[in-house]
């Protein structure tokens, strides 16, 4: 058996075992750096005995790495972004349809006022309140503004 037979089928077993450990993706990042490790390093290596706990050991030393260098970059605790909900683009047609007819009936209502309670309502919009509308209507009796109030939103 040669040297690269011998490399394939540890190949299989250094995989699995660092599936076992962390995500797909990882370990097989992780296999392919032992496995180019064990073939530059450690070209001497020749005997299955040997190599496969050399190559143990260094996935060992890999995934130690790689959980350190994950806990340096906050990446350990971090949300997956395919589980955060998407952002909302914007309300549902229906709702924006309720929207626009609660607003042209509100128009249409205050359409349909006289000018005092029009005013009043504008001054209450702007966050004045009872007693600056009573300065801005000219009115000595804040009782008067508050009947005026009363009736308007009838």
């Not at 600056?132 to 009838?154: A, F, H, P, V």
Request: hydrophobic share 40%.
């Amino acid at each position: 058996m040669t040297r690269d037979d011998i490399l394939t089928s540890l190949r299989e077993r250094i995989l699995s075992f660092a599936t076992s450990r962390v995500s797909k993706e990882l370990a097989e990042d992780l296999t392919q750096e032992v496995l180019v490790l064990l073939h530059d390093k450690y070209a001497r290596v020749t005997e299955l005995t040997e190599l496969v706990p050399l190559a143990f050991q260094v996935l060992r030393f890999k995934l130690l790495d790689a959980h350190r260098k994950s806990l340096r970059r906050g990446e350990y605790h971090q949300e997956s972004v395919d589980e955060l909900p998407l952002a909302n683009p914007g309300d549902d047609p229906v709702t924006i349809l309720d929207q626009k007819q609660r607003v042209d009936r509100l128009l249409a209502a205050v359409a349909q006022l006289g000018d005092r309670c029009r005013d009043l309502f504008k001054w209450k919009l702007e966050g004045n309140s009872f007693p600056e509308i009573q300065k801005l209507m000219g009115q000595t009796s804040i009782n008067t503004i508050y009947t005026w109030d009363l009736r308007c939103r009838k």
